[in-house]
């Protein structure tokens, strides 16, 4: 019943959905607890309290090699800047973002986000970067959620949002598919977007995405974006789940 009205709202628009939406009892989206203010994050303070930091900055790439991953300068490999770890209520909060059509959720989980200690002296990017969605899957969904995040981490830190990715392959749902497979299946799935090629070169780039996992995206992503002649490219993310 919700969802058709809010489907409803969303086809009017503007004024009348403002109204409907108010009228709307809102819930927290981790535990369903009814909320008795309007919060930024659909978040009871149990579940807010509840998220987990995922901590300083650190090498996903050796992350991934499972070597000690905070002590690495290697230029040819990654640091991830990651707010949480991915647990409720991040899952929750993920998934409302980028299945339930909660688009609008992206500025306040980017402020959370820049709240965390990986983010306390981050150096502001010469472009902003989502890994971006094949274009059958954005329009499917009707929006790209890292687009909307590096959108909202542009507008937050001043660093320009830079759509500097196409992703060439539509590669098959990730989350089916093993740790090494995943890495296959990603290879050559970015390459940069001719619009965004003189924004890229000589730049350091944040590469944003919302969930990182086996860092087999970011990865991808990364390399296309070396090949289009990014200095640097350090990786964002709303939460990372650490390999078992
Ligand atoms: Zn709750
Ligand atoms: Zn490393």
């Excluded at 590096?150 to 507008?155: E, G, L, N, V």
């Excluded at 990865?219 to 350090?234: P, T």
Aim: include cysteine; glycine fraction near 8%; charged fraction near 25%.
């Amino acid at each position: 019943m919700e969802r058709s009205v809010r489907a409803l709202a969303r086809i009017l628009g503007g004024g009348v959905r403002t109204l409907i939406e108010a009228a709307l009892p809102v819930a927290c989206a981790a535990c369903g607890a009814r909320l008795v203010a309007a919060e930024d994050l659909p978040l009871c303070a149990d579940c807010a309290a509840s998220a987990v930091e995922a901590g300083p900055a650190f090498c996903l790439s050796c992350a991934r090699e499972r070597r000690t991953p905070r002590a690495c300068a290697r230029r040819d490999h990654l640091a991830l800047r990651a707010g949480f770890t991915w647990n409720e209520p991040l899952r929750a909060l993920v998934h409302a973002f980028k299945f339930g059509g909660a688009v609008e959720l992206a500025a306040p989980l980017v402020d959370a986000v820049l709240d965390t200690a990986a983010f306390a002296g981050r150096p502001v990017p010469d472009a902003i970067v989502p890994a971006p969605l094949h274009r059958i899957r954005r329009r499917e969904r009707g929006y790209d959620q890292a687009e909307a995040l590096a959108r909202a981490f542009a507008t937050r830190t001043g660093g320009p949002l830079v759509r500097g990715l196409e992703r060439v392959r539509s590669t098959r749902q990730q989350a089916r598919l093993e740790a090494a497979a995943r890495a296959t299946n990603l290879a050559g799935a970015f390459r940069p977007a001719v619009a965004g090629a003189d924004a890229l070169a000589g730049r350091h780039v944040a590469l944003v995405d919302d969930v990182v996992t086996t860092g087999a995206t970011v990865h991808a992503a990364r390399d296309a974006l070396v090949a289009a002649g990014a200095q640097s490219v350090e990786a964002w993310c709303v939460a990372y789940e650490p390999l078992e």
